[in-house]
């Protein structure tokens, strides 16, 4: 038992480690788009300018994107078999911990006990969680065939180098899910 105690120590220490830098993912996709098709790429414009984010963080999710294309073996191209566009979501998140034990010594006074005691309260903190999405859009039939979703808490790190690895972090777990991987029906 003790093993087993000092093993899920490490494990623990882990899962709230990676959860801190995770990125978590959702894709969805047209069943019957053919993904083989698909060599080249152009981002789509007028989708990205709707995106509401800094002029310099879009140009760095572009970069992202472009180097995960170009891994993937696209092309970028002014005639594309898709189209790439981005949107962004951000919402603030609250945290509250009511059994937060602090270390509030002092002298109180209630009607059983007068005398030092310690301080049991409640702690907040905040984040900003971020969502985005990218889109791969068919560029013959304007269709969308491919979407990507990351979720994940922003940096409010003052680092630009930070705040790249960041973006790539996230673009890169998104473009992993992509192509789907289709089951064949028996």
Do not use: H
Not at 127 to 155: A, C
């Amino acid at each position: 038992m003790k093993k087993l105690q000092l093993l899920a120590i490490p494990i623990l220490l882990l899962a709230v480690l990676s959860s801190c830098t995770s990125v978590r993912v959702l894709s969805d996709y047209d069943k019957d788009a053919n993904f083989n098709s698909y060599k080249s790429y152009a981002f789509y414009k007028t989708g990205i300018d709707k995106a509401q984010i800094s002029d310099l963080d879009k140009k760095r999710i572009l970069r992202a994107i472009d180097s995960e294309m170009a891994i993937r073996g696209f092309t970028k191209s002014n005639s594309p078999d898709i189209l790439v566009s981005i949107f962004t979501k951000e919402k603030e998140q609250v945290d509250v911990y009511n059994n937060y034990w602090g270390g509030g010594f002092g002298w109180g006074w209630n009607p059983y006990y007068w005398g030092p005691g310690w301080n049991n309260g409640t702690q907040v903190s905040t984040r900003t969680q971020g969502s985005l999405y990218i889109d791969l859009i068919d560029s013959k039939s304007k269709e969308l065939v491919w979407q990507g979703k990351g979720i994940g808490t922003l940096s409010q790190s003052k680092s630009i180098e930070k705040k790249e690895e960041r973006i790539q972090e996230f673009v890169g777990e998104i473009l992993k899910a992509y192509p789907p991987q289709i089951m064949a029906v028996k």
